[in-house]
């Protein structure tokens, strides 16, 4: 009960669209709902989060979402620029532990 | 630089030879993570320290793996008889009671 499936896997826009990332986990004792960027051969960093307690967190170009009845969240990119291009990681855990990672989205911003 | 910092960056060894990475933490970070990363994968979760305690091991990590966080501040985790599906980047992360993971470059493993 502790997987998350990241959809899609692969993503490509062009320069200045809007691109959204989506994350649906099985374990209802999650709270706590992080994204990170990994540039190629780089390591992953951390670029928002997201606690159960709030719905919907926005940071500049930035901004996740959270449906915790439906146990999915979601990554939102508005106004995409080439330096955007990144594998994206969701991930959630509780405070007592890990944090489960998903697959990654591959997202090719196009000039 | 106060960030994660992990030695060596990349490490080549042969099959059924020992291997050892170390990791040093944010310095005021009380939890250490270590995860594993295969191309085209997310980090995938072996085993975290509170101060020097061993709270969690994942299924994944065999017996041939083994993390140590003696006193509570740099760890290091150790790989016996290594094998070729072994190769993989080895990630470490900590954090301050359990949120915000801040990682490490990792050191990359190459079993030949």
């Known amino acids: 009960g502790e997987n998350v499936e990241q959809h899609p896997s692969t993503l490509s826009v062009q320069e200045g669209d809007s691109a959204v990332i989506k994350c649906t986990y099985s374990d209802s004792a999650s709270n706590y709902f992080p994204w990170y960027k990994q540039e190629l051969g780089k390591r992953p960093q951390l670029i928002i989060d997201i606690r159960s307690n709030v719905g919907e967190k926005k940071d500049q170009r930035i901004a996740v979402t959270l449906n915790k009845t439906a146990k999915h969240f979601s990554l939102h990119i508005t106004e995409t620029q080439p330096e955007d291009s990144a594998v994206y990681f969701c991930?959630?855990?509780?405070?007592?532990?890990?944090?489960?990672f998903g697959k990654g989205t591959k997202l090719s911003v196009k000039p | 630089d106060t960030g994660v910092s992990q030695n060596p960056r990349h490490k080549i060894t042969k099959r059924g030879q020992n291997v050892t990475f170390r990791c040093d933490p944010i310095?005021?970070?009380?939890?250490l993570y270590w995860y594993r990363q295969t191309l085209g994968q997310g980090p995938e979760f072996l085993t975290y320290f509170q101060n020097e305690a061993q709270l969690e091991k994942s299924r994944l990590l065999s017996d041939r793996f083994s993390a140590e966080r003696p006193k509570g501040s740099f760890s290091t985790l150790e790989i016996q008889r290594t094998e070729q599906g072994d190769s993989a980047m080895y990630l470490c992360?900590?954090?301050?009671?359990?949120?915000?993971?801040?990682f490490g470059s990792g050191t990359q493993l190459s079993v030949l």
């Open positions: 992360a900590s954090s301050s009671m359990g949120e915000k993971l801040f």
């Open positions: 991930a959630h855990g509780g405070s007592q532990g890990n944090l489960i």
């Open positions: 310095s005021e970070h009380n939890r």
